[in-house]
């Protein structure tokens, strides 16, 4: 069985005194590919680090999280966009729009977010969203500049079964972690109505620690509690669920 973690943060300071077993634990479970989504120009150097120590498992991204947005949110993709000329990297992000936090910034948000779509289609690239209470926004400024190849994660997906559709149409997957073992989510009624194909896996570690270590620390190799909710989900087992999101992530990032 193969695993890959979309998306998971294990590069921040909540791993720095075990990250070596975290890691041996996730491959120990089956996962066989972990994506490192950027915040800012703060943490790209643990990023490009943590890939560079464990290549062939650990692939780096690179984009400016909506919540990292500010007054001088242009210089910092300035110096971004230099990297993205010299290296590659695996995909964009992680960007999108948060209006949860903080609405001070929403315009720069929705332009950082335009900055960076632009790079995903320039660059060929898979682009990862953040939505925090933003989902229709997010979903209106990919629909405004969609160019047609565009693809990528919607990074957490808890939306309506409406707005998943509207995700899926335009060629985007599901981003799916631990809010789905959550007991009241309400997820699993969605989430069973939409097509499997559809659906990538996630664990956005150290957060969103699924059921039934929720409220400790979240680590990739939980992603198999994710993956056995959706096995109960789809009435499927978990070989299955593994196999078909795994294909899916390989689409999404063009790799092996």
């Not at 915040?39 to 062939?56: C, F, H, M, R």
């Not at 789905?180 to 659906?199: A, C, D, M």
Request: aromatic fraction near 8%.
């Amino acid at each position: 069985m193969e695993l890959i973690d979309t998306h998971a943060h294990i590069y921040l300071k909540e791993f720095n005194n075990d990250r070596k077993e975290v890691i041996a634990g996730a491959i120990n479970s089956s996962v066989s590919k972990i994506f490192l989504p950027n915040i800012d120009k703060s943490t790209l150097d643990q990023v490009l680090n943590l890939e560079a120590e464990y290549p062939g498992l650990c692939y780096a991204m690179i984009g400016l999280h909506p919540c990292s947005v500010n007054a001088d949110f242009e210089q910092e993709l300035k110096s971004m966009e230099e990297w993205l000329e010299k290296r590659s990297f695996s995909g964009i992000g992680e960007t999108g729009t948060d209006l949860y936090w903080d609405q001070s910034y929403r315009s720069q948000q929705i332009e950082s977010l335009k900055i960076q779509v632009n790079w995903a289609g320039t660059y060929k690239l898979p682009l990862i969203l953040h939505s925090r209470d933003s989902l229709d926004l997010s979903i209106q400024v990919i629909e405004e500049t969609h160019s047609g190849d565009l693809s990528g994660i919607f990074h957490c997906f808890t939306g309506s079964l409406d707005q998943a559709r509207q995700i899926i149409d335009l060629g985007f997957y599901l981003g799916i972690g631990g809010v789905l073992t959550f007991k009241n989510s309400g997820l699993g009624s969605i989430i069973e109505n939409v097509p499997l194909e559809k659906i990538v896996l996630e664990t956005d570690s150290p957060y969103l620690t699924p059921h039934p270590h929720r409220g400790k620390r979240n680590e990739p190799a939980y992603i198999n509690l994710i993956a056995q909710k959706l096995a109960e989900i789809y009435d499927t087992d978990i070989s299955t669920i593994a196999d078909i999101t795994t294909e899916n992530a390989k689409k999404v990032f063009k790799t092996g």
